[in-house]
């Protein structure tokens, strides 16, 4: 299995919504991470999880919470979001977040705020 | 400050032709690794080459190959034969140690397109 799955493929959520993405892979990789890609542009860092611990935080808005439950799964909680935050959110995986290995990445999640 | 520039923003090419994808990195750090990465329609990015710092030798996989020249900071793809399927967006990608860890920064991105 060498599989990224995210759900829900495409999300319309309000501006006063409370909403997660989900994040699930059975590869055994110990680094995960969330992503935002706007239209045309290329894919962003927010998060970096490594061993189900936050490593990295690019300065993300607390309206995005990332959580980990363990170390298959990857959550985007998401809250108060604005209409700028309408994105593919895009989540990777890799064997570890040493440097020197490729990530595989989901089919992201379109996400829409209105 | 790490960068990696593609200047190429869309490349339109008909099928059967040979193309040349380039990416031009900057980064003070002398561990780092190259990537290049695909994405289609679907979105998911597919992996499609890892390089490190130390190590130059140009690469062929079927159709694709990839010069590393670390003497220009460039990290080149080419795509021979190009076919209908290889119509994507094609990101080249820089990876260096930060604090707290690895990190990946993209290129803005090549949009292929290969007529039939």
């Known amino acids: 299995d060498t599989e990224v799955t995210q759900t829900p493929k495409h999300l319309v959520m309000g501006m006063t919504n409370k909403k997660s993405l989900k994040c699930e892979q059975h590869?055994?990789?110990?680094?995960m991470y969330w992503y935002k890609q706007k239209a045309k542009k290329p894919p962003e860092l927010m998060f970096v999880?490594?061993?189900?611990?936050?490593?990295i935080n690019e300065s993300v808005p607390s309206r995005f919470s990332p959580e980990c439950p363990n170390s298959s799964l990857l959550n985007l909680h998401l809250h108060a979001l604005q209409p700028e935050d309408s994105a593919l959110y895009l989540c990777?995986?890799?064997?570890?977040?040493?440097?020197?290995?490729?990530?595989?990445f989901g089919q992201g999640t379109r996400l829409t705020v209105v | 400050a790490q960068k990696v520039t593609q200047a190429q923003t869309e490349i339109s090419v008909v099928e059967k032709e040979d193309v040349t994808l380039d990416c031009v990195y900057e980064?003070?750090?002398?561990?780092?690794?190259l990537f290049w990465y695909k994405q289609p329609p679907s979105g998911e990015l597919v992996f499609l080459i890892r390089?490190?710092?130390?190590?130059?030798q140009n690469e062929i996989s079927g159709r694709y190959s990839w010069n590393f020249q670390k003497s220009t900071s460039s990290f080149n793809f080419t795509i021979t034969a190009s076919q209908v399927v290889d119509s994507a967006v094609y990101f080249c990608?820089?990876?260096?140690?930060?604090?707290?860890?690895?990190?990946?920064?993209f290129g803005a991105g090549t949009r292929l397109f290969v007529k039939a």
């Open positions: 990777a995986s890799s064997h570890r977040d040493s440097g020197n290995t490729e990530a595989f």
């Open positions: 590869m055994g990789h110990r680094a």
């Open positions: 999880y490594s061993y189900e611990k936050l490593s």
């Open positions: 980064t003070r750090d002398t561990t780092y690794y």
């Open positions: 390089r490190n710092s130390f190590d130059e």
């Open positions: 990608a820089l990876e260096g140690f930060h604090t707290g860890g690895f990190k990946t920064i």
